[in-house]
């Protein structure tokens, strides 16, 4: 996670664009927080500003499923580094989406109210099924293909699964499975073994289970994920001879084994995985690996759209509608 005094993760394509004419949105992730900013020109959204931060929400969730003070201020503090970016956006077309560590959060409102008055606006904490919504329309707009796909989002604290078609989904979910919490349940000693990489998927595919039959009789022609593991599963398997942005069955299962010889999280580390994902790593590829089996899955491409870019592209068509 950046701290103060780091230059956070700053991409500005289009800086001279004037701030009413931006739409902006921030993604409040179980694992990570990101802010984009963007201008529609031409069609296509131009980037303006994109911000990332690992604020490991999820991690300061107690016993009681309450966010402890650290996580409190780790979020605050990276959401007023966002807010200096949302000067003059104006308020409707500015929308801040929390998922499933607030979701699962007992105290999410005050968590809401302290966000509200630090970015002067609402918060949202949305249901899986709208994130998997946006993720589907994030991911869709990033990958212009036709055809049937499968979308799969593996975040901190929960999985969507999409099946759809152009920009329309036509059957949505999403699990409480997520790197973050799923670290947590199988990994908490920092122990990497074979045997916990096993259970870590049994865990998955038992729930998995009921979305099989409905999901396969669908069916789909090609399999999709977003996010940051899926990212960085692509990133590593590309440096060692895969085919860039992609993720074949052989190369996870590689990959997979890879990580049991590390044998503890504090010695993960490969090339094309950034640090600071590396404890929660495994878990994420334990997660992909149960849902490669389940789905009976060859490859996945990783589409470079998600939530946060689904919130601007949803933003549009309710413009577009409006009378």
């Known amino acids: 996670m ?17 701030p009413a004419q931006r739409l902006a949105a921030i993604d409040l992730g179980s694992n990570s927080f990101h802010l984009l900013v963007a ?9 303006v500003a994109r911000l990332g931060e690992k604020v490991q929400l999820a991690a300061g969730l107690d016993a009681t499923n309450r966010l402890d003070e650290a996580a409190m201020e780790r979020a605050m503090a990276c959401l007023s580094r966002f807010a200096p970016l949302l000067d003059g956006v ?10 499933s560590a607030l979701r699962t959060a007992r105290n999410r409102q005050s968590f809401v109210e302290r966000a509200e008055a630090l970015l002067g606006c609402r918060v949202e904490v949305i249901p899986g099924h709208e994130e998997a919504r946006l993720i589907y329309l994030g991911a869709a707009h990033a990958m212009a293909e036709s055809g049937r796909r499968l979308v799969v989002d593996i975040g901190g604290g929960s999985t969507e699964f999409i099946v759809g078609e152009r920009l329309k989904p036509l059957m949505l979910e999403s699990l409480d499975i997520g790197c973050v919490t799923h670290t947590r349940r199988h990994f908490a000693d920092g122990h990497l073994s074979a045997a916990r990489m096993d259970q870590a998927e049994a865990d998955v595919r038992a729930q998995l289970a009921p979305l099989r039959a409905s999901y396969s009789e669908l069916g789909w022609d090609e399999a999709l994920g977003s996010s940051g593991t899926i990212k ?11 085919t860039p942005g992609e993720i074949c069955r052989a190369g996870l299962a590689e990959l997979r084994q890879r990580l049991i010889d590390c044998g503890h999280l504090e010695r993960v580390a490969l090339e094309g995985l950034k640090p600071d ?11 992909l690996a149960a849902i490669f089996e389940a789905f ?7 589409a470079d759209g998600a939530l946060r870019e689904g919130v601007l592209h949803d933003m549009l068509a309710r413009e577009a509608s409006r009378p």
């Open 39 to 47: 201008h529609h020109q031409a069609g296509r959204l131009q980037v």
């Open 90 to 99: 104006v308020a409707d077309r500015l929308r801040v989406v929390g998922t």
């Open 232 to 242: 960085a599963a692509a990133s590593v398997l590309a440096t060692s001879g895969g």
């Open 277 to 287: 994902r590396a404890r929660i790593f495994p878990a994420g590829v334990a997660i």
């Open 2 to 18: 950046n701290s103060p005094t780091e230059r956070p993760n700053l991409v500005s394509d289009a800086p001279d664009v004037p």
């Open 296 to 302: 009976e899955l060859t490859t996945m491409r990783y």
